[in-house]
């Protein structure tokens, strides 16, 4: 029979552009927010992270950007290189909960060179 | 430091195998994940421990599944008897809270699991 699975959002930007990620998370009461990247055959990375009483955090040619009014993350790779190709997940947590991370489905970004 | 250490990388068996996947977090931390990842239902978390202590296990599929941390720098997944449905990338992770983003979970390279 055919098998269905995941359809993941997908990103193609070339080589030099910046590149935008959004994830939508789920809990308003959500504290803090990390970025993981995944390469094909391996674990997931991290790449970024940001607590729930800032807006915008930056890092070695990424920013992470925070609108918890809308419950909406984003990832912003600028002058984005073919090594940047993966799966891009972003994470949850509620301090409550201890160390348990609720992780989005991911969007699979492709450089073309 | 190796980073969090899984063995083995890839393993097949047959159906009603009994399936142990092993994992070493890094050193010092206290709290280790386990995660399934399958292309029908994404990242899913199975069960995670701290301090040794199983803290949440609500994502474990079934009865056919069992974790077990004996000490802080050892884990192991079990799955008897495995099922077809069970092929999966397994992925270990760990975490400190003691640094600053006590969050910040570190990912070991996944077992691959093929049940025919």
């Known amino acids: 029979g055919e098998s269905v699975g995941l359809h993941l959002p997908t990103l193609s930007v070339q080589e030099g552009d910046n590149s935008i990620i959004n994830c939508a998370y789920s809990?308003?009461?959500?504290?803090?927010f990390i970025w993981y990247k995944q390469e094909s055959g391996k674990g997931p990375q991290f790449i970024i992270d940001?607590?729930?009483?800032?807006d915008k955090r930056q890092g070695q040619r990424v920013t992470v950007l925070l609108n918890k009014t809308v419950k909406h993350l984003s990832l912003q790779i600028a002058a984005t290189q073919p090594g940047d190709s993966a799966v891009y997940f972003c994470?949850?947590?509620?301090?409550?909960?201890?160390?348990?991370?609720?992780f989005g489905q991911g969007t699979e970004l492709s450089v073309k060179p | 430091d190796a980073g969090v250490i899984q063995s083995p990388r890839h393993e097949v068996t047959e159906m009603g195998q009994e399936v142990t996947l092993r994992c070493k977090p890094i050193?010092?931390?206290?709290?280790l994940f386990w995660y399934r990842q399958t292309m029908m239902r994404g990242l899913e978390l199975l069960i995670y421990?701290?301090?040794?202590?199983?803290?949440?296990d609500s994502g474990m599929p079934e009865d056919r599944f069992s974790a077990k941390m004996p000490n802080a720098s050892f884990s192991t997944l079990k799955i008897q008897p495995s099922e077809p449905r069970d092929s999966a990338v397994y992925f270990c992770?760990?975490?400190?809270?003691?640094?600053?983003?006590?969050?910040?979970?570190?990912f070991g390279p996944g077992t691959r699991l093929t049940v025919l």
């Open positions: 992770a760990s975490s400190s809270s003691a640094t600053r983003y006590y969050n910040e979970q570190f």
């Open positions: 809990n308003s009461a959500s504290d803090y």
């Open positions: 940001i607590r729930s009483n800032m």
């Open positions: 994470a949850e947590n509620k301090d409550n909960q201890g160390g348990k991370l609720i």
């Open positions: 050193s010092g931390h206290d709290y």
């Open positions: 421990f701290n301090n040794n202590v199983p803290i949440d």
